[in-house]
């Protein structure tokens, strides 16, 4: 199959479960957020929301604890050293 007459078929745009079951379980209802919407609180004359400090939430990196420390090649103390390729002399 080397040639195929495309003409009047719409492009495909997305891949997705467009079935009634499907759909429903790709919505997002007011249950899925309402954890995060109960961190927030209103602050200032026109209650703008604010995510409350002191509460963790889980970010990209997931629930461990990402230690950078451990990555670096040089270390001074709790510091990790960034070698400039300056090459500029003193």
């Not at 499907?22 to 957020?33: K, P, Q, T």
């Amino acid at each position: 199959m080397r040639a195929v007459d495309t003409t009047g078929v719409v492009p495909l745009q997305a891949i997705r479960d467009e079935t009634a079951e499907g759909e429903a379980e790709a919505e997002v209802s007011l249950d899925d957020v309402e954890g995060v919407l109960g961190r927030e609180e209103q602050v200032g004359a026109f209650g703008r929301k604010r995510r409350r400090r002191g509460v963790a939430t889980e970010g990209k990196m997931g629930e461990g604890e990402w230690d950078p420390l451990s990555l670096a090649e040089r270390k001074v103390g709790r510091y990790f050293v960034v070698e400039s390729g300056h090459g500029g002399t003193s």
